[in-house]
C-alpha cells in the first residue's frame, strides 16, 4: 500500500504564499501522477493541479494558473504545491492523490476516480 502525507498548510494572509508537500511512502510508485484537490466548505472537492513522474509535465486549474506551480522530486517520491498570491477563495482542505502507473489508462487527472491513493488533508486558510 501507498501512504500519502501533505503537509505545508496554514493560516496566511491574501497575497501571501504557502507551500504544500506531499510524501509518499510504503512501495516505490513508478510513472506516477500526483494531484492535488482541495475542498472548501459547503462545496464539492475540485480540481487544483497535477504533476506527472515521468517528464514533469503539470496541469492547473483556471482558477490558480498564474499563482500555483507543481514541482516534484522523483527519488523521495514528494510533490509540491507552491501557492503565491493567494485568495481568500483559496481556503480549502487540500489533498494530495496519486495515480500509479498512469500509462495503463492515460492522464485523467481532473478525475478524481483515476486516482489509486489519497492524503488526508491539510488546511489552508487564507485571511482577508
Known amino acids: 500500500q501507498v501512504q500519502l502525507v501533505e503537509s505545508g498548510g496554514g493560516l496566511v494572509q491574501a497575497g501571501g504564499s504557502l507551500r504544500l508537500s506531499c510524501a509518499a511512502s510504503?512501495?516505490?510508485?513508478?510513472?506516477?501522477?500526483m494531484g492535488w484537490f482541495r475542498q472548501a466548505p459547503g462545496k464539492e472537492r475540485e480540481f487544483v493541479s497535477a504533476?506527472?513522474?515521468?517528464?514533469?509535465?503539470?496541469f492547473y486549474a483556471d482558477s490558480v494558473k498564474g499563482r500555483f506551480t507543481a514541482s516534484n522530486d522523483n527519488a523521495k517520491q514528494t510533490v509540491y504545491l507552491q501557492m503565491n498570491s493567494l485568495k481568500s477563495e483559496d481556503t480549502a482542505v487540500y489533498y494530495c492523490?496519486?495515480?500509479?502507473?498512469?500509462?495503463?489508462?492515460?492522464?485523467?487527472?481532473?478525475?478524481?476516480?483515476?486516482?489509486?491513493?489519497w492524503g488526508q488533508g491539510t488546511q489552508v486558510t487564507v485571511s482577508s
Open positions: 510504503g512501495r516505490t510508485l513508478s510513472n506516477y501522477a
Open positions: 504533476i506527472t513522474s515521468t517528464s514533469s509535465t503539470t
Open positions: 492523490a496519486a495515480k500509479d502507473q498512469f500509462w495503463r489508462t492515460g492522464l485523467k487527472v481532473t478525475t478524481e476516480p483515476w486516482y489509486d491513493y
